[in-house]
C-alpha cells in the first residue's frame, strides 16, 4: 500500500479532478448533473472551492501514487463558509447551481452539532477500488481522532460507502434524501470508539474485511 501523505496546497486541481472521476457513477451525481458531458467538469469545479478551503480549515490526505483521497475539515472550531461562496458556486455548477444549493442545505440541516470533525470526501481511482486504500485512509486519520478523543462524521451516498464506515465505527443517524430518492446515511464515530472496538475484537467480535469505496 503506498504511504500515506499530507497533500499540498498545489495539489488542489489534482484532488478536485479525483474526487470527480471516483464520484462521477454515483446515484445522486447523477441527479445533481443529469447531462453526463457536462458532470465532470462540473463537478471537478465544485469540488476545487471544497478542497480548497480544507487546505484552510481541516486537512487533506493522499496516498504517495494519487489513488486515492481524504478530505478533511477540523469542526472542534468554527469553520466559515469558502470566501464568495455563491457567486463562485454559480460559476462551477451553472445551470444545475440549484440542486448544489439544495445538496448543501441539506447538509446543513442533518449537520451535528458536536465538536467533530468531518468527513467531507472520501474517493478512490475508479481502477483502485475494492483495495484498501480508503480504508487506509480513514484508519490514518483515525488514529489521531482517537489519540485526541474526537469523534468524526461523513454523509455516506451508498449503502456500500454506508458499510464501509460501520466496519470503522461509524453508527448511522437519521439518513435523508435528494428528490430523485437518491439517498444518503448520515455516519457519525463517537470519541473513543477505538476503546470499544478493540474490546469487541479481543472478543472475537471483529468484523469483516474491509472494503473500500467512496464518501
Not at 37 to 61: D, K, M, S
Not at 119 to 143: M, N, S
Request: hydrophobic share 35%; net charge neutral; charged share 25%.
Amino acid at each position: 500500500m503506498p504511504p500515506v501523505v499530507k497533500a499540498d496546497y498545489h495539489d488542489k486541481d489534482a484532488v478536485a479532478a479525483l474526487i470527480a472521476d471516483a464520484f462521477q457513477p454515483l446515484g445522486p451525481v447523477a441527479w445533481l448533473v443529469p447531462d453526463p458531458g457536462q458532470r465532470r467538469p462540473i463537478l471537478t469545479a465544485n469540488f476545487r472551492i471544497l478542497v480548497e478551503h480544507a487546505f484552510f480549515f481541516g486537512v487533506v490526505h493522499i496516498l504517495k501514487d494519487r489513488s486515492a483521497v481524504a478530505v478533511w475539515f477540523d469542526r472542534t472550531r468554527p469553520v466559515p463558509p469558502p470566501v464568495d461562496y455563491t457567486r463562485r458556486l454559480a460559476a462551477a455548477c451553472e445551470p444545475y447551481t440549484d440542486r448544489f444549493d439544495l445538496l448543501d442545505k441539506l447538509f446543513d440541516i442533518h449537520h451535528p452539532t458536536e465538536p467533530h470533525h468531518h468527513l467531507a470526501f472520501l474517493a478512490v481511482t475508479p481502477d483502485r477500488q475494492c483495495t484498501g486504500r480508503g480504508t487506509a485512509l480513514l484508519r490514518h486519520h483515525h488514529e489521531t481522532l482517537d489519540r485526541d478523543d474526537v469523534p468524526a462524521y461523513v454523509e455516506a451516498s451508498s449503502t456500500g460507502s454506508r458499510d464501509l464506515y460501520a466496519r470503522q465505527g461509524y453508527h448511522q443517524r437519521e439518513r435523508f434524501r435528494l428528490p430523485d430518492g437518491s439517498t444518503f446515511y448520515p455516519m457519525w464515530r463517537p470519541a473513543g470508539e477505538h476503546h470499544r472496538r478493540g474490546t469487541a475484537e479481543d472478543a472475537g467480535l471483529g468484523g469483516r474485511p474491509s472494503k473500500d469505496r467512496l464518501r
